[in-house]
């Protein structure tokens, strides 16, 4: 099922602008993301294979069957709230039966999780791209033998190091496990010129193995020195090393761009949704209304445009997620939306609506 079928079959109930044109803070550039609700035909909903979204390629317009937007509110998404609170003017089209979905009866104290926690969450992933920016990870990937390093007398050289001051290649070498001592290993070189000891080297393949390579050790022989493997730095450098060309094949180039444009190392969309968000859930725990279009289009506009330093964004936000604490632990909310009552109006639309179909063809 796609987004014309849902078009063409008058399946959807609800249409909106949503994102920084709903918020307020779109520029003449943005992008304009459509999210809605639909309703499956009585004939698929009551078939094997229950249909929970329908979203384009670039998942800038999404659409949620009917009982997919109840759970979704009911456990207080941040994303699905507000389409119950999208500005006149950023509304497509509005069935009438929709209006039966309304934010006061969905607000609770879970919006405290919902938003704050997630603004939190931002705040560290803005961080984790300035790590990004600041520490890139060479495209070259080290191999196992940067993380071995060969005893010294009482100190410890770089395997790499030993191996050239010795005049020596990693294949003349071969190791032997130390029992008791893990990762440590006994050291032993072929030296002679014409009998081959039959070492297999150090390492199999130096760009692709993730562990040493064990040889088989001629009774008698004397270990040449000590190899250690640090063998949980080497697993954390490949996670990073992962982590850093993934995170550069998937980022958003638009975006990237114009983090490297402003020069201050964070993501400032991020960190616009964290003031966004915050704000919003102070204004749910006090008042119990849901405000989608915010007041502070300039000050939000200047943190999208990279006004600030990290440092003061996030000393600006402390003290707001600890407003935002304050505030749910007196409010009035109800701990959780009334699941009862909700599940009764989703029948209901959902009945309403299939006898508005069939009345109607």
């Not at 920016?133 to 990937?141: D, S, V």
């Not at 599940?343 to 639309?349: A, D, Q």
Request: hydrophobic share 40%; aromatic share 10%; glycine share 6%.
């Amino acid at each position: 099922m796609t987004i014309a079928d849902l078009r063409q079959q008058r399946l959807i109930i609800f249409e909106a602008i949503s994102g920084s044109r709903a918020y307020g803070t779109n520029l003449p550039h943005s992008d304009t993301d459509l999210k809605g609700v639909f309703v499956l035909p009585e004939k698929a909903f009551f078939g094997l294979e229950y249909v929970p979204q329908v979203a384009n390629e670039t998942n800038d317009e999404v659409f949620y069957e009917l009982r997919r937007f109840v759970e979704l509110l009911l456990k207080n998404n941040p994303t699905v709230l507000e389409l119950l609170g999208t500005p006149t003017d950023c509304v497509v089209y509005r069935h009438p039966l929709f209006d039966q979905f309304r934010p006061q009866d969905f607000l609770s104290q879970l919006c405290r999780q919902s938003f704050a926690e997630y603004a939190v969450a931002q705040i560290r992933k803005a961080k984790g791209l300035n790590k990004k920016i600041n520490h890139p990870e060479p495209p070259g990937r080290k191999s196992v033998l940067d993380f071995c390093y060969v005893t010294v007398g009482a100190g410890a050289q770089p395997a790499e190091t030993w191996l050239a001051r010795q005049g020596l290649t990693a294949a003349q070498c071969g190791l032997a496990n130390v029992p008791h001592l893990t990762d440590l290993y006994a050291l032993f070189v072929d030296r002679t010129p014409t009998q081959h000891l039959g070492y297999r080297g150090l390492v199999r393949d130096p760009d692709a193995s993730q562990d040493v390579q064990l040889s088989a050790v001629p009774k008698g022989e004397e270990p040449a020195a000590y190899l250690s493997f640090n063998r949980n730095g080497y697993s954390s450098y490949c996670r990073v090393f992962r982590e850093y060309w993934e995170w550069v094949e998937k980022r958003n180039k638009e975006r990237y761009a114009n983090t490297v444009q402003h020069g201050k190392n964070y993501d400032a969309k991020n960190m616009l949704h964290v003031f966004r968000l915050l704000q919003m859930a102070e204004e749910i725990a006090r008042t119990g209304q849901l405000h989608v279009r915010r007041p502070n289009r300039e000050f939000l506009l200047q943190i999208r445009g990279g006004e600030f330093e990290y440092a003061e964004l996030v000393a600006e936000a402390e003290p707001l997620v600890e407003r935002v604490e304050a505030a749910f632990a007196t409010s009035a909310l109800p701990a959780a939306p009334d699941a009862a009552a909700a599940e009764e109006t989703l029948r209901r639309v959902r009945r309403e609506y299939y006898t508005m179909q069939q009345n109607f063809g």
